[in-house]
């Protein structure tokens, strides 16, 4: 887990995964359900490429952790990660 902006941006890019938000859950203006835009997933209609700034920018306002997995337990590497909110009553 980390909020550090640096290991999320490098997580992101070992992965070639562009910063987005999921269409129609944006909220006041800003990115809603914050995601990453992965080279040849199939179910991308609903993301939209949003920039490194507006992502981060909704990560700090929301006080989000970024929990993430480097590798499966076969050794691959995982795309596996999580926004969470430490201030949520079931977090």
């Known amino acids: 887990m ?8 490098r997580w992101a ?9 999921i269409s129609g ?6 990115a809603g ?6 080279p040849g997933y199939r179910e991308s209609g609903r993301i939209r490429p949003i920039t490194w700034d ?4 909704t990560f700090d306002l929301r ?5 993430y997995q480097e590798e499966r337990s076969n050794g691959g590497q995982s795309n596996f990660f999580r926004t969470e909110s430490p201030h949520r ?3």
């Open 2 to 9: 980390t909020t550090n902006h640096d290991v999320i941006r």
């Open 13 to 21: 890019s070992d992965r070639r995964a562009e910063p987005a938000t």
């Open 25 to 30: 859950t944006e909220r006041d203006g800003r």
């Open 33 to 38: 359900v914050l995601t990453f835009d992965f």
């Open 54 to 57: 507006e992502w981060f920018d």
């Open 63 to 67: 006080q989000l952790n970024f929990i």
């Open 89 to 91: 009553e079931d977090a």
